[in-house]
Structures are given as structure tokens and as C-alpha cells.
């Protein structure tokens, strides 16, 4: 039985007509037009609203209103694609250290998915923001991995692994996760983190992230940027409410909730950024 109620929408979102063979090609191709189709987005915490991850509310979100989410939801939707396509995968969380030290004691509030093909197990992830991993990573091996985008690898200590992604040259660790089974309230407990702990990066913040061939759109309040594999990063900071509904609605690909709530929320968003708070 499918876990998915809208599988046949969520396959011709990411181009196809009749579900796909549960190969290692389909599964580089789904995770690549996935970053590309489905945008990274803190809407909901923005707006201080409930970010509810049962998977009926989001296909509801994802699928039908066409909003993104972040990786609670994101991942979850993914993975249940993949079951639904006969893979052998499951959750797994482990704790982000992006922008500190690699060895950092941080909380466990990522969700990615944990894959095992041919006797051979990859990590799978469509909802780490800006950074997401483009393409399925072998788990156990420490050489360089190439993706449709930048050179990650992964290394193991004491049965824990980190992330690491080559960025300008320089190895940049992205988080840390072990392969412990997680239940449904592992999931619920971390989200609530995210979506309503007063140190959470997420509430009352704008991030916004989607991929397309070769560059990385991101958002990060008002500070917009498009990362070139190539040439230099291109910055701008959108100084207006419209500007940024323009954004994200042009460029992220996110069918914008028309509510004063979010437009308020965006007003002071700005307003904080200039300083006139």
C-alpha cells in the first residue's frame, strides 16, 4: 500500500510519467530534481505559526499548496517516495555543526534518510538549506565524493560521521549523525526545537535555499545570493516586502500564502535588518 497519497502528483513534479525502477540512477536523478523542484523554506517559523509533520500535512503543504519546508518535512516526504518505489530506507537524525567547529555539542535537529542498495548504503538528503547534498553519498568510505554540484566526503569517529563539503577550496563540516534508529517522537521532539525554541535559527527568521544546474540560490533574511560552481557569488540585499515576495515566489518557485500575517512578518523582517527596530 502506498504510503503517499499523492505519489503520482510528487513524481510529475519531479518529471515523470511512471514511477521509476528503485536503481542507483533513480535515486541520484530523484535527489537532483528534488533540490531543484521543491525549495527549502522557514516560512511557517517566520510567522511563528505550528509546522506540523505528519505526512498528510505535508503533502497537503508541499504537494498541494505549493510551499517547500525544511528537513522534517522535506526528508520525510522523500523518504516516503522512496519506499513507495520499493527502496530499503530509513530515518536517521544527527546534530548540525555548519558555521562552528566541526566537534561542536550541538542539539539533534537534523533529519536525513539512510539507504541501503545492492548491499551498499548511501545517505540521502533533500533538506539541509543551502548545502544540501545534491546527490546520494556512500556512507562507508572516506574518499571524495563528486555530486551534480560541489566535492563532499564523509568521515567516521567512534561511530558517529560528519559531513563535510569542499567549498572555495576549503573542507567544511556540515553536521555530525550516527545511524540510530529513531521513532516517530524523535522527530516530533527535534522539530518542536526547531519551530519553537527561542535558540532555534529558524523562528522568526527567513531561510530560504533551492538548486539549479551548476549555481545555489539562497536566502537568508534579506541577504539574497546565487553561488556559482564557476565564478563568484552574486549578493544583493532585497529592501523591500515586495521585493521579497517577488523572490520567492520567481525565483524560489514557492506559491506565497497571500496573509497580512506574512506580509507583517516580512515588514519587520526588514525593518530589523535596517536597523529601524
Excluded at 517566520?46 to 522535506?74: A, F, N, T, W
Excluded at 572555495?168 to 563540516?173: F, V
Excluded at 524523535?186 to 518542536?192: K, M, P, Q, R, T
Excluded at 531561510?207 to 563568484?232: C, E, F, I, Q, S
Aim: with cysteine; glycine share 8%.
Amino acid at each position: 500500500m502506498s504510503l503517499l497519497t499523492h505519489s503520482r502528483l510528487y513524481l510529475q513534479r519531479l518529471g515523470y510519467d511512471t514511477p521509476p525502477a528503485p536503481t542507483l540512477q533513480t535515486l541520484q536523478d530523484l535527489q537532483l530534481r528534488h533540490v531543484c523542484t521543491f525549495a527549502f523554506e522557514s516560512l511557517s517559523t517566520l510567522m511563528h505559526l505550528p509546522v506540523p509533520i505528519d505526512l498528510p500535512s505535508v503533502e497537503q503543504k508541499v504537494l498541494l499548496d505549493g510551499r517547500g519546508g525544511y528537513c522534517y518535512e522535506l526528508n520525510q516526504l522523500f523518504m516516503a517516495l522512496l519506499q513507495d518505489l520499493g527502496f530499503d530506507v530509513r530515518g536517521i537524525t544527527g546534530n548540525v555543526v555548519m558555521g562552528g567547529p566541526p566537534d561542536a555539542h550541538t542539539s539533534r535537529t537534523h533529519r536525513l534518510s539512510l539507504i541501503k542498495l545492492d548491499g551498499v548504503r548511501y545517505i540521502s538528503d533533500v533538506g539541509f538549506g543551502g548545502m544540501v547534498p545534491s546527490s546520494p553519498l556512500q556512507l562507508d568510505t572516506e574518499a571524495i565524493q563528486a555530486t551534480a554540484h560541489e566535492p563532499y566526503r564523509l568521515t567516521l569517529n567512534d561511530d558517529r560521521y560528519t559531513l563535510w563539503a569542499q567549498v572555495c577550496g576549503e573542507w567544511r563540516g556540515l553536521y555530525v549523525f550516527d545511524l540510530q534508529w529513531q521513532e516517530r517522537i524523535d522527530y516530533e521532539i527535534g522539530n518542536w526545537y526547531v519551530a519553537n525554541h527561542p535558540d532555534s535559527p529558524f523562528v522568526g527568521q527567513l531561510k530560504v535555499a533551492r538548486l539549479a544546474l551548476g549555481k545555489r540560490h539562497t536566502l537568508n533574511n534579506a541577504d539574497y545570493a546565487v553561488h556559482y560552481l564557476d565564478r563568484p557569488s552574486e549578493k544583493r540585499t532585497l529592501e523591500s516586502t515586495d521585493e521579497l515576495l517577488g523572490v520567492l515566489t520567481e525565483t524560489f518557485g514557492i506559491r506565497v500564502p497571500v496573509s497580512a500575517q506574512l506580509r507583517t512578518a516580512l515588514d519587520g523582517l526588514l525593518a530589523a535588518e535596517s536597523g529601524d527596530l
